[in-house]
């Protein structure tokens, strides 16, 4: 199926564990995201890809680490789970809405629990 | 001070009434705005994008933007309750390729 798709789609871990979220889209997006939704700091970017081999980091990077060697996929590692890593992970891609403006898309969230 | 900021809410209105939701930006060289929906649950979904001064509509939604007074709002008409959901604004700023979202509004619809 067309779209952007995450998984696993939920995650339980214990702290110190190596995690890797999966993303994959089939639009050929060349930018690609990482966000985590967490209560009341909403959605904030982790990394960012532009293109294959090309990342950078958004807000909030300490932990994580991202890949992205195929323009469709963009993996999201977290290299020693630690609890304050619990949260709703979403991946987007980003298109053309109209008029100039880019839309991103998200996947349907992985949700990821440190215990 | 956060890039976005939305009142928080929850903000609850009427089955047929018009919902207001206000998003006020820090950043003069924001270029694109949008306002996504998210179900709970759910990811977000676009709903509306602007990047000009002035009123955009579609449907029962009407987007506004004044870039003088660095402030966007989405006006939803008619609402339902199907529009309970929480809506987030995102700001594009123009370095980087960065989205910035505010934090949500919370909108219930009683019927």
């Known amino acids: 199926d067309a779209g952007i798709t995450q998984s696993p789609r939920y995650k339980i871990t214990e702290t110190g564990r190596q995690v890797t979220l999966m993303c994959h889209q089939t639009?050929?997006?060349?930018?690609m995201f990482w966000y985590r939704q967490d209560l009341g700091h909403g959605l904030r970017l982790i990394y960012y890809s532009a293109a294959a081999d090309i990342t950078d980091k958004g807000e909030v990077p300490d932990g994580y680490v991202v890949s992205r060697s195929k323009t469709e996929n963009f993996p999201l590692t977290l290299e020693s789970a630690t609890r304050s890593q619990t949260s709703v992970y979403f991946c987007?891609?980003?298109?053309?809405?109209?008029?100039?403006?880019?839309?991103?898309?998200f996947g349907p969230g992985t949700r990821l629990t440190v215990t | 001070q956060k890039e976005v900021e939305q009142n928080s809410g929850p903000l609850s209105v009427p089955e047929g009434a018009i919902a207001s939701l206000n998003c006020t930006y820090s950043?003069?060289?924001?270029?694109?705005f949008f306002w996504y929906r998210q179900y709970s649950g759910k990811s977000p979904e676009l709903i509306m994008f602007i990047y000009s001064n002035g009123d955009k509509e579609d449907g029962r939604f009407t987007a506004q933007l004044n870039k003088a007074s660095q402030y966007v709002s989405l006006l939803i008409r008619d609402s339902q309750p199907s529009d309970s959901a929480t809506y987030l604004c995102?700001?594009?700023?123009?370095?980087?390729?960065?989205?910035?979202f505010g934090t949500g509004t919370s909108l219930t619809v009683i019927p």
């Open positions: 995102a700001v594009n700023i123009g370095r980087g390729n960065q989205f910035y």
């Open positions: 950043d003069r060289g924001s270029q694109s």
């Open positions: 639009w050929s997006h060349s930018y």
């Open positions: 987007a891609s980003r298109g053309l809405a109209g008029e100039g403006a880019y839309e991103q898309y």
